[in-house]
């Protein structure tokens, strides 16, 4: 009965009002109004308990804390750590401090990460590449040495470039709640801070492969697709096939006829509901292993969009006339000969 | 109609006059002309002896640039490819392995690097794409093939010859 009961709050994100669940944080409310004034986000994500707080990127203003304690709160809160009250006023896009304290997170996080997006095998799904594109100054101001690692091979199919990492925690909660012992976490602290595993020892986990699929940026990738190509000139394609140990809902990226790699469903906050196994992503990479479902929504400014045509089978794009190949062939035999 | 410009201008046709009608007048008036011309300054070049000079910003032959040391500066990372309009431009990524650090500036390089000519239209979008000051369209004209499959320009045409000091003194000398 009391669960019946419970009033729905009313929260006003940047002018535009929402009733949601009491306990629901800032950013998931703005998520229910969807649009420009979602919050981005880094390291909270949905699916892993405990996630978020770490980035700092969705901080929002509170300008009227509830409709019983109007006072504004005094600093600007992390969206995703906050829950909302009743009467709640958040500003997002509309504060100019907003903005600029994003703007300055980005630069904190662009602080260590280096600038080879044209190396990176994320660049174009990268969601520091994205936010550092919206928020971003267009020089760094750091004159230091930046920190710099070793690439780790983590298994034989992720490799991480602790270089990237942001330090989301997003990897290490996947590591402790996806898989049973959890052989993976963040070590030292501050600027020294690393993911590793426990002295560099080899993964080995059915689902450990999803810590590829929740990297934010391109610490942790998947070795199988190392420089085979680049995001935007892939195609992905939803596909379901029956997997005794996970959901078996992916998403393929085509280069032509051939699948190179295979990753979770993501939605259009980047996350995946539904974890795939490590058989699916690394070891089933014919067509003839999937059910394909359709060619995967894209947003539409998203670079992957580019060249691509949303249907699987594209209209050819110049008519098949056996006469004219005839004759092509016929004369390049002459011109062969000529010399 | 009224005009809409008011550049229009009204021809008048009338019947020529006696100095018209017998056509000398207007024959010495032509040859004027062309003798005249004949001490004027050519505007031809006798082209294959002499040759125009390029304007500066003149788009020709892709070439794909080495930096100080001799590294290829490509990295493959297909933003020329993306760019492109007419879709000229396809490369394939490998991994640099060690020791072949004198050849390749970072760790990705292209092993395969396609221009197809045919395709191509000069645009200069390449060259504003690439973060990594690789590709120039700083040749001269693409010249003619027989056959279509020459026109696809790989990796040995494309890339410029390492920069050597003591060939160029050579040259020079001799």
Same mark, same amino acid.
């Given at each position: 009965?009391?669960?019946?009961?419970?009033?729905?709050?009313?929260?006003?994100?940047?002018?535009? !009002?929402?009733?949601?669940?009491?306990?629901?944080?800032?950013?998931?409310?703005?998520?229910?109004?969807?649009?420009?004034?979602? *919050? !981005?986000?880094?390291?909270?994500?949905?699916?892993?308990?405990?996630?978020?707080?770490?980035?700092?990127?969705?901080?929002?203003?509170?300008?009227?804390?509830?409709?019983?304690?109007?006072? !504004?709160?005094?600093?600007?809160?992390?969206?995703?750590?906050?829950?909302?009250?009743?009467?709640?006023?958040?500003?997002?896009?509309?504060?100019?401090?907003?903005?600029?304290?994003?703007?300055?997170?980005?630069?904190?996080?662009?602080?260590?990460?280096?600038?080879?997006? *044209?190396?990176?095998?994320?660049?174009?799904?990268?969601?520091?590449?994205?936010?550092?594109?919206?928020?971003?100054?267009?020089?760094?101001?750091?004159?230091?040495?930046?920190?710099?690692?070793?690439?780790?091979?983590?298994?034989?199919?992720?490799?991480?470039?602790?270089?990237?990492?942001?330090?989301?925690?997003?990897?290490?909660?996947?590591?402790?709640?996806?898989?049973?012992?959890?052989?993976?976490?963040?070590?030292?602290?501050?600027?020294?801070?690393?993911?590793?595993?426990?002295?560099?020892?080899?993964?080995?986990?059915?689902?450990?492969?999803?810590?590829?699929?929740?990297? !934010?940026?391109?610490?942790?990738?998947?070795?199988?697709?190392?420089?085979?190509?680049?995001?935007?000139?892939?195609?992905?394609?939803?596909? $379901?096939?029956?997997?005794?140990?996970?959901?078996?809902?992916?998403?393929?990226?085509?280069?032509?006829?051939?699948?190179?790699?295979?990753?979770?469903?993501?939605?259009?906050?980047?996350?995946? $509901?539904?974890?795939?196994?490590?058989?699916?992503?690394?070891?089933?990479?014919?067509?003839?292993?999937?059910?394909?479902?359709?060619?995967?929504?894209?947003?539409?400014?998203?670079?992957?969009?580019?060249?691509?045509?949303?249907?699987?089978?594209?209209? *050819?794009?110049?008519?098949?006339?056996?006469?004219?190949?005839?004759?092509?062939?016929?004369?390049?035999?002459?011109?062969?000969?000529?010399? | 109609?009224?005009?809409?410009?008011?550049?229009?201008?009204?021809?008048?046709?009338?019947?020529?006059?006696?100095?018209?009608?017998?056509?000398?007048?207007?024959?010495?008036?032509?040859?004027?002309?062309?003798?005249?011309?004949?001490?004027?300054?050519?505007?031809?070049?006798? /082209?294959?002896?002499?040759?125009?000079?390029?304007?500066?910003?003149?788009?020709?032959?892709?070439?794909?640039?080495?930096?100080?040391?001799?590294?290829?500066?490509?990295?493959?990372?297909?933003?020329?490819?993306?760019?492109?309009?007419?879709?000229?431009?396809?490369?394939?990524?490998?991994?640099?392995?060690?020791?072949? #650090?004198?050849?390749?500036?970072?760790?990705?390089?292209?092993?395969? /690097?396609?221009?197809?000519?045919?395709?191509?239209?000069?645009?200069?979008?390449? #060259?504003?794409?690439?973060?990594?000051?690789?590709?120039?369209?700083?040749?001269?004209?693409?010249?003619?093939?027989?056959?279509?499959?020459?026109?696809? /320009?790989?990796?040995?045409?494309?890339?410029?010859?390492?920069?050597?000091?003591?060939?160029?003194?050579?040259?020079?000398?001799?």
């Amino acid at each position: 009965m009391a669960v019946e009961q419970l009033e729905k709050f009313t929260v006003t994100i940047d002018g535009i !009002p929402v009733q949601v669940e009491p306990g629901t944080s800032i950013l998931n409310a703005a998520r229910q109004i969807g649009g420009d004034i979602v *919050p !981005p986000a880094m390291c909270y994500y949905s699916t892993l308990e405990g996630s978020g707080g770490k980035c700092r990127t969705c901080l929002v203003k509170v300008s009227k804390g509830s409709e019983k304690d109007p006072r !504004p709160m005094p600093k600007l809160v992390a969206s995703c750590r906050t829950n909302v009250m009743d009467g709640m006023e958040v500003q997002n896009i509309t504060s100019t401090e907003v903005l600029d304290a994003r703007k300055s997170i980005v630069e904190m996080l662009l602080i260590n990460h280096p600038l080879d997006c *044209p190396v990176c095998d994320q660049a174009g799904e990268c969601k520091l590449q994205d936010l550092s594109y919206e928020h971003g100054v267009e020089q760094t101001r750091y004159e230091f040495e930046r920190r710099t690692f070793e690439r780790i091979d983590i298994g034989d199919k992720i490799q991480l470039h602790m270089n990237r990492c942001i330090l989301c925690y997003r990897c290490v909660y996947v590591a402790n709640q996806l898989t049973e012992g959890r052989q993976h976490g963040v070590m030292y602290r501050g600027d020294h801070a690393e993911i590793s595993t426990f002295i560099e020892k080899a993964v080995d986990n059915d689902f450990i492969g999803n810590v590829i699929d929740v990297c !934010p940026v391109g610490a942790l990738t998947d070795k199988t697709f190392r420089f085979k190509s680049r995001v935007w000139f892939t195609k992905p394609v939803d596909a $379901h096939r029956d997997c005794p140990t996970c959901s078996g809902q992916v998403t393929l990226w085509y280069k032509g006829e051939e699948v190179l790699r295979v990753t979770g469903r993501k939605d259009e906050y980047n996350e995946v $509901h539904d974890f795939i196994c490590n058989t699916c992503r690394f070891d089933k990479k014919r067509t003839s292993d999937w059910v394909l479902d359709e060619p995967t929504k894209l947003d539409k400014e998203s670079v992957i969009t580019a060249n691509h045509y949303n249907t699987f089978q594209p209209i *050819p794009v110049i008519k098949n006339n056996p006469e004219l190949q005839e004759a092509n062939e016929e004369q390049l035999a002459r011109t062969e000969r000529l010399k | 109609m009224q005009s809409l410009s008011n550049r229009k201008k009204v021809l008048e046709q009338k019947p020529m006059n006696f100095w018209e009608r017998i056509y000398l007048p207007a024959i010495v008036k032509g040859l004027g002309i062309t003798i005249r011309h004949y001490f004027k300054k050519k505007p031809t070049v006798k /082209y294959p002896e002499q040759e125009r000079p390029y304007s500066k910003n003149f788009r020709g032959q892709h070439s794909l640039k080495r930096d100080e040391l001799g590294r290829e500066r490509c990295t493959a990372c297909g933003l020329c490819a993306l760019s492109c309009p007419a879709e000229a431009i396809t490369m394939t990524a490998a991994e640099r392995k060690k020791g072949e #650090e004198h050849l390749y500036r970072e760790e990705k390089y292209a092993a395969v /690097y396609e221009i197809n000519m045919l395709r191509c239209i000069f645009c200069g979008l390449c #060259e504003e794409a690439c973060p990594k000051e690789a590709i120039y369209l700083d040749g001269s004209h693409v010249t003619a093939e027989y056959l279509r499959k020459d026109f696809i /320009y790989g990796k040995d045409k494309l890339v410029e010859p390492v920069f050597d000091i003591q060939k160029l003194n050579q040259k020079q000398s001799s």
